[in-house]
């Protein structure tokens, strides 16, 4: 029954994972957690090892979710369900792309979704990135990481330095700090 129902939830995500994998973190930590099948540090710890995989995260995300919660078994039925919608998906707009790219109504919805995926985004940096899930507020820790985002941002723009070698300093910086 567990594997159904893994595959369900992440049927149901992948069917509004509109925004890529990072939008639709807030959803799988809440539908995870509802089910009571992962404490909050076992799915941020499985986020993160899925954001450090090549691919998608959100697919990486159900696949060791699914391993977690179910084993082998579990994988598979989570990781199908993420992915089923989006290839139905690709599939029948595939077939009718040359009729709807002129769509203006098309169009505007798209478009409408932005700040949505944004909002979602920016969720998902602040509850995993800087509070832990603890929802106790700022720390050291969480002022040194905005101020790494900071500094890299503002090197960047001014300096026009390349992303790589800001990447590579940021790294340097947070080894030092933390």
Not at 41 to 59: D, F, K, Y
Not at 157 to 173: D, E, Q, S, T
Request: glycine fraction near 12%.
């Amino acid at each position: 029954m567990m594997l159904w129902e893994l595959f369900v939830i992440f049927l149901k995500i992948g069917f509004v994972s509109f925004g890529g994998g990072y939008a639709v973190i807030p959803l799988i930590q809440y539908e995870i957690m509802a089910k009571g099948w992962l404490t909050n540090v076992q799915i941020q710890e499985a986020i993160s090892l899925a954001g450090m995989a090549p691919g998608s995260i959100a697919t990486n995300s159900a696949t060791l979710i699914g391993y977690k919660s179910a084993g082998i078994a579990g994988a598979v039925m989570s990781t199908l369900g993420m992915v089923l919608p989006s290839l139905t998906v690709v599939v029948v707009l595939a077939i009718f792309f040359f009729r709807l790219q002129n769509n203006k109504w098309l169009k505007s919805s798209f478009y409408g979704l932005r700040p949505i995926i944004t909002g979602l985004i920016v969720y998902a940096a602040i509850h995993f990135g800087f509070l832990g899930g603890d929802e106790t507020g700022f720390t050291w820790t969480t002022i040194a990481a905005l101020a790494i985002c900071a500094g890299s941002l503002f090197a960047m723009l001014k300096y026009k330095l390349h992303p790589f070698a800001v990447i590579l300093a940021g790294g340097v910086v947070g080894i030092i700090l933390f």
